[in-house]
Nanobody, 126 residues
Framework: QVHLAESGGGSVQTGGFRRLSCESSGRAVTMTTMAWFRQAPGKEREFVAAIRGIDSHRHYADLVKGRFTIARDNARNTVYLEMNDLKTEDTADYYC???????????????????WGQGTTVTVSS
């Protein structure tokens, strides 16, 4: 069993920075593909970024590429999402997710992930 706990959400102005954290218990993050998804009000949950356990390969959604960075601290068993140059359209609930699946083509799919956190809300205002 894997338990994921997100933190770091809050309010920020456009162009600002926010770092989200996801602490994993029950399974090391090095053995697991970890990802961030987000869901805005009235919209479907969408992929943001993933980092594979096997080789730390990072994969990003086009909308956040160049602005967001996913990183992993093995000692803390924690995955981070560093968000720069935030836009109002980044406003959403952000969810951490985990899977043992390492297949690149599957990393963007919600259904690939077995374990999910409760989410943390990021609000970007102008």
């Amino acid at each position: 069993q894997v338990h994921l706990a997100e933190s770091g959400g809050g309010s920020v102005q456009t162009g600002g920075f926010r770092r989200l954290s996801c602490e994993s218990s029950g399974r090391a993050v090095t053995m697991t593909t970890m990802a961030w998804f987000r869901q805005a009000p009235g919209k479907e949950r969408e992929f943001v970024a993933a980092i594979r356990g096997i080789d730390s390969h990072r994969h990003y959604a086009d909308l956040v590429k160049g602005r967001f960075t996913i990183a992993r601290d093995n000692a803390r068993n924690t995955v981070y999402l560093e968000m720069n140059d935030l836009k109002t359209e980044d406003t959403a609930d952000y969810y951490c997710a985990a899977t043992t699946n390492e297949i690149l083509s599957a990393l963007q799919r919600v259904g690939t992930y077995v374990y999910w956190g409760q989410g943390t809300t990021v609000t970007v205002s102008s």
